[in-house]
């Protein structure tokens, strides 16, 4: 090939005296066909890189990523890549509409280290012929190779390869959106995927003896070795609540499936404290009532309803430290010991709600007011969440994004309830458990974040989106959660 080498090149060759051992690597090493070797290395790959030029001879140099097959050898001397979506700029494409001139550089950085030049001549098509090859690719690059060039693999550096992105398409997975695009001063100018509405079709999850059903099955997955022989284990038993499981989060998942979600720390971090933020201020009403307004009653109907679907969060905190590291296992075991009094029998988490719970019981009992005999479903969901994610390993990022919502938005409930109690003049003992959590929660959720969210956040793509499916979900349910309890406060003491 007489134009491999350019005026320069050749120039520099002779000045430094590398002409004939530059000849010799173009007359051994240079191809105009894919041989064995060279297309494996294009049909395995999962990135490359591309430069391109524009009539104005402005350089652009490109990665393009995606699962293996995304770039493919089509004939001896041609090889297609797909186009998928991106962020609107073409700097790529465009220079190619232009300037059909391409140069394309693989490697591989595991294993047999590898690296490999690709020039030709460019295309663009969107014929469905082509189309089919690539699913989900907007359009197809072919490129009509001139030369081929494996060279030398020295200062490659080793690198591990860790997960393929999330949003790289492949034939049954349509990828999420890029965080970009939820950024207020972006999103305007982007055209969103239509996503179908999620229709409720009488889904028996939602029925109150679905959910307690679950309640009935958590509680005794959990209890007490004693009860060991009562613990339901047949199989038609477990089929059911796996059923119930599935048709519930298969429902959530349809409901948050527009959301744009965070992929990164950076991102995650302000997106979560976001939620956090927004949870509190869509129940900031109640609180203001409980906090101002209730009478002693509201409140102690208030706690007695917690307690009617308390989830064990001890049992969860003990449950969601299997299998972490040693770091987010010990922030976890923290949190766990504080559950335990830190040691001290009556500074027990669970011990201490009692007490509030036993004095808010006979405050109620007191005036002949009686806890609703069926538990309205939004209040067994709430309860029921938690433990379904802690005790089906699968949904474990699940849970630690809803664990992180529920320490991180506690403060400001706790200091509503233990403020309406002070205005109230409830004893201490009732009050004691709500005060310690004012302090405690604030102190859990800024370690749960930096040294469980962000650090799980950090390993992976997709785990810092399944953790942010949690927060969603979790979200979502603790404010129906809170509407019912409202609303039930409403039906029995004058809240306006």
Request: hydrophobic content about 35%.
């Amino acid at each position: 090939m007489q134009n491999f080498y350019s005026p320069g090149q050749l120039a520099l060759q002779k000045r430094n005296g590398s002409t004939p051992i530059a000849k010799q690597l173009k007359d051994t090493r240079l191809l105009t066909e894919f041989n064995d070797d060279t297309r494996n290395i294009v049909n395995e790959s999962q990135f490359f890189f591309i430069a391109t030029s524009g009539t104005n001879g402005k350089l652009d140099c490109s990665y393009k990523g995606g699962n293996t097959g995304f770039v493919q050898t089509i004939l001896p001397n041609q090889l297609a890549f797909a186009n998928y979506d991106g962020n609107g700029m073409y700097r790529t494409l465009g220079n190619i509409e232009e300037h059909e001139e391409v140069a394309l550089l693989f490697i591989q950085f595991e294993g047999d280290k590898r690296r490999m030049r690709v020039n030709g001549k460019a295309t663009i098509t969107k014929e469905s012929e082509w189309l089919m090859l690539f699913p989900h690719a907007e359009s197809v690059t072919i490129v009509d190779i001139e030369f081929i060039f494996p060279n030398c693999p020295r200062y490659i550096h080793t690198m591990r390869f860790e997960e393929t992105s999330i949003y790289s398409p492949s034939k049954d997975y349509a990828p999420p959106e890029p965080f970009w695009k939820s950024k207020p001063d972006l999103s305007p100018f982007l055209k969103r995927r239509r996503v179908m509405q999620n229709k409720n079709n009488d889904l028996s999850f939602e029925s109150n003896t679905s959910q307690y059903f679950l309640t009935d099955y958590y509680k005794a997955a959990t209890a007490s070795p004693i009860m060991f022989n009562r613990v339901p284990d047949a199989m038609d038993t477990l089929l059911e609540v796996r059923r119930i499981e599935d048709e519930w989060m298969q429902w959530e998942d349809k409901l948050i499936e527009s959301e744009i979600l965070p992929s990164n720390s950076i991102e995650f971090k302000d997106w979560y404290t976001k939620k956090l933020i927004k949870l509190n201020d869509n129940i900031h009403e109640f609180l203001t009532y409980i906090r101002k307004e209730a009478p002693p009653q509201a409140i102690a109907y208030y706690i007695c309803m917690e307690e009617l679907v308390d989830g064990s969060f001890d049992d969860v905190m003990a449950l969601a430290q299997i299998g972490v590291n040693n770091r987010s296992k010990l922030t976890i075991a923290e949190n766990y010991w504080d559950e335990m009094g830190k040691g001290e029998f009556e500074k027990i988490h669970t011990e201490m709600f009692e007490e509030s719970a036993i004095y808010c019981k006979k405050l109620l009992e007191e005036v002949s007011i009686a806890l609703p005999s069926k538990i309205p479903t939004p209040c067994l969901m709430n309860g029921n969440l938690v433990s379904f994610w802690a005790q089906r390993r699968k949904y474990i990022p699940r849970l630690f994004g809803a664990i992180g919502l529920i320490e991180g938005s506690a403060p400001l409930r706790f200091r509503a309830v233990t403020k309406g109690m002070e205005r109230c003049n409830f004893p201490e003992e009732a009050i004691a458990y709500h005060r310690e959590h004012i302090h405690i929660d604030a102190v859990h959720g800024k370690e749960w974040l930096n040294h469980i969210l962000l650090p799980h956040v950090e390993s992976s793509e997709r785990l810092c989106q399944e953790m942010a499916r949690g927060v969603l979900i979790r979200f979502r349910v603790a404010e129906q959660y809170y509407k019912c309890i409202e609303n039930v406060v409403k039906e029995n003491f004058k809240f306006q």
